[in-house]
């Protein structure tokens, strides 16, 4: 007996292990299906959640950069947060998976519904949900496959990711047919047509400023004449649009026609768009949101403020507020939410402009690509590094991509930020931490 749980333990740390491996930054993709295969014949929930922890802990340990190297968080806090942050989404996507299947008597077949469902629920709830870590990720390099995630998004992936992880349990009674139904099936949504975007240069601003000197604003200043020089030598390979990252100076919008004038004057020659920390009065006083700014011949254009803040980043959920006075990090004054998704409007060019996590949301995304033709995400994962992190927000990008076929442009202060096309394949790329700009034209 001892001998048999001490195996079925073993048997639940390995699947673990290799889902790590398939989402982390070395991109073992193809990890995930034998994960995937071996779980499928746990029937205990003990082991269905050993399983589950030891995957979320270890795909989430990058959080640890942000919360103790920046956030003054003490590290065993720290580890305990993460570690109980996982507990809860095992049993958002581990438990209601298992509840379900158990409740359909282990039925094989539905299990991948299942799977489904606790994605789709964690996606959304609590606090806006965390679509972090879905299964049909792991399409977006599969030959032919990968186009499920064009008919149906990542949920659909996630179905065919699940169906093909445990295909040889079912080549027993269906023998080859189920083999041909899932690899000939994505040819009838084979869609080789994508959003045009018309005529256009552009130039990403890498400025690689570490977040330890973007948290220290007096070091942030020093930097600005370097930032500088790399905007200018960006103009001079005559780009139409500027693209910098979130954030991205240590003024905020309201200083813009002072500490920022020399960028409003780099409008007068190429279009920018850039992110800044906007304050305004609001019913409550001052309020500050997180802005993407669109800056034409000397003077502000349009904006948009980011919709989908990050709790605990960004803001604090009820009933949570009382963790402002334990922890420094996350003091201070709330970001206000924008109001809905937009478009903003560069001639004959439709662009949206979503913020940071905002890319991890399938039907947010979905949303903006209807009035888009060209998707330009800017973010600042200075805070995660070149960890897993880093690489998993990128590769949502790719998804994003794909799924709505359409050129996604990933600006990022740290890097990478590259050209993603609707393929969901980076066509060009800045290497993270370098300081750097890219030239594109479309």
């Given amino acids: 007996m001892f001998v048999k749980r001490y195996e079925t333990i073993i048997l639940s740390v390995v699947p673990a292990i290799l889902l790590y491996f398939a ?14 295969f071996i779980l499928s014949f746990i029937r205990n929930f003990k ?7 030891t995957f979320f802990f270890l795909s989430l340990l990058w959080l640890r950069i942000a919360m103790i190297d920046y956030g003054g968080v003490f590290p065993l806090i720290a580890y305990f947060l993460i570690a109980l942050l996982s507990a809860i989404l095992v049993f958002l996507q581990f438990g209601i998976s298992w509840l379900l299947w158990k409740f359909s008597s282990f039925n094989l077949f539905l299990l991948p519904f299942f799977w489904v469902v606790a994605e789709i629920l964690r996606s959304h709830f609590p606090y806006g949900g965390f679509p972090w870590f ?3 990720e792991m399409l977006i390099d599969f030959p032919l496959l990968k186009y499920y995630l064009t008919a149906g998004g990542v949920y659909l992936g996630s179905l065919i990711g699940w169906y093909l992880a445990i295909l040889p349990r079912f080549l027993i009674n269906f023998k080859i047919i189920a083999v041909v139904v899932i690899f000939v099936l994505p040819l009838f949504f084979l869609n080789t047509s994508y959003k045009n975007v018309p005529s256009l240069k552009i130039a990403v601003i890498q400025p690689a400023v570490p977040e330890e000197i973007k948290l220290r604003k007096e070091e942030f200043y020093k930097l600005l004449p370097q930032y500088w020089k790399l905007i200018e030598r960006a103009i001079e390979k005559n780009p139409d649009i500027i693209l910098l990252p979130e954030s991205a100076f240590p003024f905020t919008a309201s200083y813009l026609y002072s500490e920022g004038k020399k960028l409003l004057k780099y409008s007068e020659k190429a279009l920018v768009i850039t992110g800044l920390i906007d304050i305004r009065y ?12 669109l800056l ?11 919709v ?5 980043g960004e ?22 939410p924008g109001d809905d998704i937009k478009c903003m409007k560069v001639g004959d060019l439709h662009l949206a402009t979503p913020i940071c ?17 060209l998707l330009v995400v800017v973010t600042n994962d200075a805070w995660f590094r070149d960890s897993d992190g880093t690489f998993q927000h990128l590769r949502q990008a790719q998804l994003r991509a794909l799924e709505n076929r359409m050129y996604v442009v990933w600006v990022n202060n740290t890097g990478p930020s590259a050209v993603i096309s609707p393929e969901g394949k980076i066509l060009k790329k800045i290497p993270y931490g370098k300081r750097e700009f890219l030239i594109y034209s479309f």
């Fill in 47 to 53: 082991y269905w959640f050993l399983c589950g922890f």
């Fill in 357 to 373: 996590f905002e890319i991890s949301y399938f039907s947010f995304i979905k949303k903006a690509a209807r009035c888009a033709d």
């Fill in 134 to 136: 879905l299964i049909g």
């Fill in 315 to 336: 803001y604090v959920p009820f009933p949570f507020g009382f963790t402002k006075e334990i922890f420094g990090a996350i003091g201070g004054i709330d970001y206000v």
């Fill in 23 to 36: 989402f982390s930054k070395f991109n073992l993709w193809f990890l995930a299906f034998p994960a995937l």
């Fill in 308 to 312: 989908k803040l990050l709790p605990f």
């Fill in 296 to 306: 034409h011949k000397g003077r502000v254009v349009d904006f948009y403020d980011k």
């Fill in 282 to 293: 609001g019913k409550e006083g001052l309020q500050p949101y997180n802005s993407v700014f």
